[in-house]
Structures are given as structure tokens and as C-alpha cells.
């Protein structure tokens, strides 16, 4: 029901910060009265390697520009009490030869690169805009996968930049400890890496039987500490204040919605991020503007229909 706004990159060649925060502005209102308390946004990894299927969803191939945008989208969506959750830490966009492979993208990224490019903008998020939710990357990292690591989850992200908020596997992340990564022996032991790590949450609770049963059973075999597990919950809870859920747990009014959502204000700023996004690299042929006299233009691909 909500409004479209262009993706990421289309949104990162615009290059103006106000704008990007008049769209959080707007996503954060509409996920209010629609009764989302989270947004998974922004993504904030960095475009490298235009062969990899994902550039389409980043800002761009800068960090700072990627910071910069990511830090007003964070800042505007948590001003009207909306989590933002920034994706997808860390090093997740430099996969091997360019290809998407959630088993293990194993990126060739220097320790310089990593902490100068791919972690800043995350770092930005966090000190800066005071991000309450990250979503943990499928990948390793120089042989160690993100969503099992302490370093990444606790060393790096809670104590030197400070996050204050949960962390949430992306999809199954937590369970290719196990059945990917072959870090762990089964999904009870995936599931105590994980969570002595740093991760609070599995995405999508569908299956109880990868997370919440193994959790329970590494509890009680002694795999996570009790200090641990009420450190984990904790980090939860303090958000769930933070969002006010214990005072009023049922977000949204229907009523609202049909006469809020989409409506002329919100188009009329998509329309402009549009416009903005627009990119004319080179004109030395004089094709553009296109003329009058054509008779004919050829729109080519399967997303002619669209």
C-alpha cells in the first residue's frame, strides 16, 4: 500500500541528502499507520563489482556518499520511532568473481578496505545515526563467517562502535553455519555460535526447528550461559522500549491509512527523486533532446511491459 520511491541507486545518484531524508520522513509515517515498527534500510553496502547482481539495491560505489545518504535514511526513519535496521553487514558486496552465492561469497577485501570502505558506512549508521537494528551478512570473512563471529557481532559493532541495539541473521544465515559454512556440527551448535557471538534474531520465525529449539537445548546443555542468553534479550527489550511497544503494543490505524498512504504529497517527492536520479553521461552526438520528426522509438527487454 505504501509508496514507491526508486531503488537505492537511483536514490544515490540524486547525491542530496535532504531529499533522501523526505523519503524517510515519508517511509517512517506510512510504516506507522500501517503498524511496521522496523524497516530493513538502508542498504548500505558498497557497489565494487558491477557484475554482482545486487548493485541495484546500494546507494553507489563510494562510502562516503554511501554514509552520507544511509546516515539521513537512518536518522529519519528513527525520528518518528521506526527501527532502521542497515544491511548487510559487513564486507557483503565484494563476493568472489562477482557472484551472488549466499553460501559463502568469500570476499578478497583487504583489512584496509574493510575498515576504510565497507564498515564506515555502518560505523556512520551507528555512531552517528544511532541504528537500532543490523542484519548480519550470509558471508565470512577471511574464512569466518559475519553471523558467527564475536569480533564482528560484539568486538567491532557493540564495543568500539557503540550499538545499542539487536542484531537479525538475514534469512538463513544462521543456519549456514551448519549447513553451509560447516563451522558448526548441527543447528543447536549453530545456533550457540551465533548467540554467544552477538545475534539476537533469526529472520522469519517459520522454522522453530533451526533456531528457537536448538536455542532452547544449547541452553540447556550449558553451550550459552544464562548471563549471556539475558544480555541477548535485554538488547531486545531496550528496543521494544525505546519504541514505546509496552505502553502500546498494537501500531497502525486503518482507518488513517486509506486517506494518509500514497497520497499527493508523498508521490510528488518520489516524482522529484525520480527526476534527480537522472544521469546524462555524455551528449557529444546530439541525440538528446530526442526529435520531434521521429516517427518511431524501439523499447527493448523484458521489462518493455512493465
Request: overall charge negative.
Amino acid at each position: 500500500q505504501a509508496t514507491y520511491f526508486p531503488a537505492q541507486c537511483g536514490q544515490g545518484a540524486t547525491w542530496n541528502r535532504e531529499l533522501i531524508r523526505r523519503i524517510a520522513d515519508i517511509e517512517a509515517t506510512e510504516a506507522d499507520i500501517l503498524g511496521y515498527t522496523n524497516i530493513y534500510s538502508p542498504i548500505l553496502d558498497i557497489a565494487t563489482d558491477p557484475r554482482w547482481g545486487r548493485c541495484v539495491e546500494t546507494y553507489g560505489e563510494d562510502a562516503y556518499l554511501v554514509g552520507q545518504l544511509g546516515l539521513e535514511m537512518v536518522r529519519g526513519l528513527q525520528a518518528r520511532r521506526v527501527v532502521s535496521t542497515p544491511k548487510h553487514y559487513a564486507a557483503y558486496s565484494s563476493p568472489v568473481g562477482g557472484r551472488d552465492d549466499a553460501t559463502r561469497t568469500d570476499p578478497h577485501i583487504t583489512e584496509q578496505a574493510l575498515h576504510e570502505l565497507y564498515l564506515e558506512p555502518f560505523r556512520r549508521a551507528v555512531q552517528e545515526g544511532g541504528a537500532l537494528g543490523i542484519m548480519s551478512s550470509y558471508n565470512d570473512y577471511n574464512g569466518e563467517p559475519i553471523s558467527g563471529s564475536y569480533y564482528f557481532l560484539t568486538e567491532l559493532l557493540r564495543n568500539e562502535f557503540g550499538f545499542r541495539g539487536y542484531v537479525v541473521s538475514d534469512s538463513e544465515a544462521l543456519e549456514y553455519l551448519y549447513n553451509k559454512h560447516r563451522v558448526a556440527a548441527d543447528y543447536e551448535d549453530a545456533a550457540a555460535l551465533a548467540v554467544n557471538a552477538g545475534l539476537n534474531i533469526r529472520t522469519n520465525f517459520t522454522q522453530p526447528e533451526t533456531y528457537i529449539e536448538p536455542l532452547r537445548k544449547a541452553v540447556q546443555d550449558g553451550k550459552i550461559s544464562e548471563e549471556t542468553l539475558n544480555r541477548r534479550v535485554a538488547e531486545i527489550l531496550r528496543v521494544k522500549f525505546w519504541l514505546g511497544l509496552f505502553d502500546n503494543p498494537y501500531r497502525g490505524n486503518a482507518a488513517e491509512a486509506g486517506k494518509t498512504i500514497r497520497n499527493a504529497k508523498a508521490q510528488k517527492v518520489s516524482l522529484e527523486v525520480a527526476r534527480q536520479s537522472l544521469v546524462l553521461l555524455k551528449n557529444d552526438s546530439n541525440r538528446l533532446p530526442l526529435s520531434k520528426s521521429l516517427q518511431k522509438i524501439a523499447v527493448i527487454g523484458p521489462n518493455t511491459n512493465e
